[in-house]
């Protein structure tokens, strides 16, 4: 039973207001856009992990894998609900060990602990029933459903080298699921094909099978791959094998933050030059994306932050989100289209408790991002305090610009004021921004000032879903456009402001 808060204790406030505070002037280029990201660029995963799943002696997915979890809790249905819609990616490292019982497989086995089994498992299945089951819920909440496929189906692992599959990928169960989910009329936004590094060409057979089967263009799913961590020598390659046109985006995965036991994860969240680090991966996928072109751009189409279900301490708690909402600023500056974050529910790093379907501080997090946070980025300039981290987007469906800002500092506050760039010509001062509409602010603090807590606040007003499992009320704090921006130690502001005029938002 869970103690709801109705307010945030006042000694955060006392000891926010007691915090050094430094002004800092932000530039927001508004001319013209950076980058562009896709309208669901918030995504989540759900894997296939069974309960018997575990890392560094703990088993944190419970009942959380596709195959086990219960769809029929409120809580859950209401988190997915509430982004209207939310993008949802199915897949993990066990999709390549997944038939589909469907056409001539008859066999539907459980997942297994096997020691020669890919990632420790055999084989497991997913029959019809529990497709449907999915899909029914699919279309109760809204999702805009990506589906990872078994890129290993009819392949054997090599003998004398771990880790190489041989032969040709066998299409057949997937074309029988795929005539199946058509039958049904159920949606499929894009198919992933995490494919191994010597097997660009089977996605050329997946292609041609959507098309068969998908006969209007404009309800065809899209083609994703190759999933996995990003090379520059394995993507070049597997996009020049696979030829123009083939390919509709290019997914990467982004684990950054390294073993989910580093005792050292929390220096990692909170040091902005390890954070920046990552941006090389994107830069990488960036100009691998710039010289092929795939239609769709690149996605990250996972991201955990620590590997293995990510860390018992820090994952589920307010600090990650200090990570988290960074890297997915990071990522929508360099043309990332979807980031994709593993998982909804399960492991440490789910965005839901795998028991109690409680929402974590990143959920929260996220939220906002997907209602504020429009698809057209914006470049932002900033002197000063690099644990000051700030991005800028048209604002969501709305005119105007929304902000987000992350104070990495323990000690230190901001007081910020803003500028608009003067398009054309930098060796002119900015304009000094003066609103006269009030901002919009959404500030967000652990429940008690540590960041280790895992129940988020709102504007002093604690994040608990209500009796009736729904997403608490997350409305703006109406500020005096008169006044600096100011940005607590160790908080996550969002800020919308309506009468900044920036042409790339017009």
Not at 30 to 49: Q, R, Y
Request: net charge negative; charged share 20%; with cysteine.
């Amino acid at each position: 039973m869970y103690f709801k808060f109705t307010f945030c204790p006042i000694i955060l406030l006392l000891w926010a207001s007691l915090s050094f505070a430094q002004n800092v002037n932000v530039v927001i280029h508004g001319a013209a856009s950076i980058a562009k990201t896709d309208d669901n660029f918030v995504c989540v995963t759900l894997d296939w992990w069974p309960a018997e799943k575990c890392d560094y002696n703990q088993c944190p997915w419970g009942k959380a894998g596709i195959l086990n979890l219960d769809l029929r809790y409120g809580a859950l249905i209401n988190a997915i609900k509430a982004f209207n819609p939310l993008r949802i990616k199915v897949g993990g490292s066990l999709q390549d060990n997944v038939v589909y019982k469907v056409g001539e497989v008859s066999s539907c086995p459980n997942f297994m602990k096997r020691e020669d089994g890919l990632f420790g498992f055999s084989q497991g299945c997913l029959s019809m029933e529990r497709w449907d089951q999915l899909n029914r819920f699919f279309n109760h909440t809204g999702v805009k459903l990506t589906f990872g496929l078994n890129a290993l189906f009819g392949r054997n692992e090599s003998q004398t080298e771990k880790g190489l599959w041989i032969g040709d990928w066998q299409p057949q169960n997937t074309r029988d699921f795929m005539q199946y989910t058509i039958s049904k009329g159920y949606k499929v936004d894009s198919y992933e094909f995490v494919d191994a590094k010597q097997y660009g060409k089977d996605v050329i057979v997946l292609k041609n099978l959507v098309k068969e089967l998908y006969a209007h263009p404009e309800t065809q799913p899209k083609v994703l791959g190759p999933g996995g961590f990003y090379e520059e020598k394995w993507f070049n390659t597997f996009l020049e094998v696979s030829g123009q046109g083939i390919v509709d985006g290019l997914t990467h995965h982004i684990y950054n933050l390294g073993p989910g036991d580093d005792p050292n994860m929390m220096n990692k969240i909170l040091d902005p030059s390890y954070l920046n680090q990552v941006s090389q991966t994107y830069k990488g996928v960036s100009d691998v994306v710039n010289k092929f072109r795939p239609q769709l751009g690149a996605w990250v189409s996972e991201s955990g932050g620590a590997l293995n279900g990510g860390s018992k301490d820090v994952s589920r708690t307010f600090a990650d989100g200090f990570w988290y909402l960074d890297q997915m600023g990071m990522a929508s500056t360099y043309d990332q289209k979807v980031f994709c974050r593993q998982a909804l529910i399960g492991g440490n790093y789910g965005l839901l408790n795998a028991t109690t379907f409680v929402p974590n501080p990143d959920y929260y997090g996220a939220l906002l991002w997907h209602q504020l946070m429009g698809s057209t980025v914006l470049a932002v300039t900033k002197e000063t305090d690099p644990n000051l981290r700030v991005y800028a987007h048209c604002a969501k469906k709305k005119p105007g610009v929304s902000l987000i800002f992350i104070n990495l500092s323990k000690d230190r506050s901001f007081n910020i004021t803003l500028s608009n760039a003067k398009p054309g010509d930098a060796g002119k001062p900015n304009y000094e921004f003066v609103g006269k509409q009030n901002r919009e602010e959404y500030h967000l603090r652990a429940l008690t000032g540590d960041i280790k807590d895992d129940i988020v606040c709102l504007n002093d007003v604690p994040m608990v879903q209500t009796d009736s499992e729904d997403i608490p009320a997350m409305d703006p704090k109406l500020v005096d456009a008169s006044t600096p921006i100011s940005i607590a130690a160790q908080s996550i502001a969002y800020v919308t402001i309506r009468d900044f005029e920036a042409p790339a938002c017009v």
